[in-house]
């Protein structure tokens, strides 16, 4: 054969095979194409049905999320949800009427103040003396009476009037704000001095004897108690028992003295702003004066703040015993820092008419806790 026959029938295998590549790599580039079309599809039916997708070679998932989509599964766990927090207020009511239908009191049991309780009953009876010293059986028996406020009372007239102290009369009537004493009011009148204390769990006659400077003997003659046993929330009447002066004063409605001098000019509660015209809530109470007036703290504390603070201009913040606060505001003059310790009616600082004021006056705040006292309740302005 011939070299040229030869050369070209080498070329034809070659261009047949080059053909047969291109067609295979055509073949090849197809089904690449027709596949990427597929899991396009696969991916924009799998969004619509939930997120699965039948080519993702997980058919159990797919078929779950086919009986159970998405949404669906949020749905319940939403309602199982609300159930379930639902059912909580009702099983916690069942629970509690439970405990009180077989709740027992608390019965506090002292062997050694009952040892004691009965030697010194025993003494006494014997020796008609008790152990402070009076006549045990002249003793006078507690008797209350009652009185119906007239105009013109206060606690302190109807208790020299009796010839008690004035913490018989708030014990004996659970008096939260004295200052507030309306006429036509029934109080209780016990007729011996002293307070009526409510049992804590952990006390005991000892223990409340102890505490007020009051024999057992006494507490338990005065409250005809047969033995030294007392009951969680039993009230008993201590003779010559005093209130401390914080609970006094929180009763009586002079926890603090007023702030500043001057005129009344706006009180707690909603009020006509007078900036904006609109009804606002007015926290605090306005004293007005002349600018340079001096102010003073109402109670004893330490000085948390010292400083500018927004619309009430120039401000002191003071913090007192038991959880109180006040707030002294729109000041000319401050003569604090912050961190010093403050006595009941001193000076702080000057009235002024700094921040958000239409004059010369003080802004006088009493917070208790998270929450706003009307400063008037707790406030002697007399």
């Not at 049905?49 to 999320?65: A, E, M, Q, T, Y």
């Not at 909580?88 to 009180?100: A, D, G, K, R, V």
Request: charged share 25%.
């Amino acid at each position: 054969m011939p070299v040229t026959e030869i050369f070209i029938e080498k070329s034809r295998e070659v261009a047949r095979l080059q053909n047969k590549n291109d067609i295979k790599r055509r073949v090849l580039e197809n089904q690449e194409i027709v596949k990427k079309r597929c899991i396009k599809h696969s991916q924009e039916r799998s969004k619509k049905i939930g997120g699965f997708s039948p080519l993702d070679n997980r058919p159990f998932l797919f078929l779950v999320k086919q009986v159970f989509p998405l949404k669906r599964i949020v749905l319940l766990v939403v309602i199982f949800m609300v159930a379930f927090f639902s059912f909580i207020p009702f099983y916690i009511n069942i629970s509690t009427i439970s405990w009180e239908k077989n709740r027992k009191f608390f019965y506090e049991e002292d062997p050694l103040t009952e040892v004691y309780y009965k030697q010194k009953l025993i003494k006494s009876i014997e020796s008609g003396v008790n152990d402070t010293g009076g006549d045990y059986t002249n003793l006078p028996l507690l008797k209350v009476i009652n009185y119906t406020v007239k105009k013109g009372d206060s606690l302190y007239r109807i208790a020299r009037s009796f010839r008690i102290t004035v913490d018989t009369i708030i014990t004996a009537n659970e008096i939260k704000n004295g200052a507030s004493l309306k006429v036509g009011k029934t109080l209780r009148i016990p007729n011996i001095s002293g307070i009526f204390y409510t049992v804590k769990r952990g006390d005991s006659l000892y223990s409340i004897s102890k505490k007020y400077g009051v024999s057992i003997t006494r507490i338990a003659d005065i409250n005809d108690l047969s033995s030294s046993k007392i009951v969680v929330g039993q009230k008993i009447f201590i003779p010559g028992g005093k209130l401390s002066d914080w609970d006094r004063a929180v009763a009586l409605g002079e926890v603090f003295r007023r702030p500043a001098y001057g005129r009344l000019t706006s009180t707690f509660g909603f009020r006509k702003d007078p900036f904006t015209g609109k009804i606002a809530f007015h926290a605090g109470i306005d004293i007005a004066n002349a600018q340079g007036t001096p102010v003073y703290a109402a109670q004893r504390g330490k000085v948390i703040y010292a400083g500018y603070y927004g619309s009430y201009g120039r401000t002191v913040i003071i913090q007192h015993p038991n959880g109180y606060k006040t707030l002294y505001a729109h000041l000319y003059k401050i003569y604090t820092k912050r961190g010093r310790y403050v006595t009941q009616g001193q000076k702080i600082a000057l009235m002024g008419n700094t921040g958000r004021s239409t004059g010369p006056h003080l802004h006088f705040e009493v917070h208790h806790g998270r929450k706003i006292i009307n400063p008037l309740k707790l406030t002697k302005l007399r």
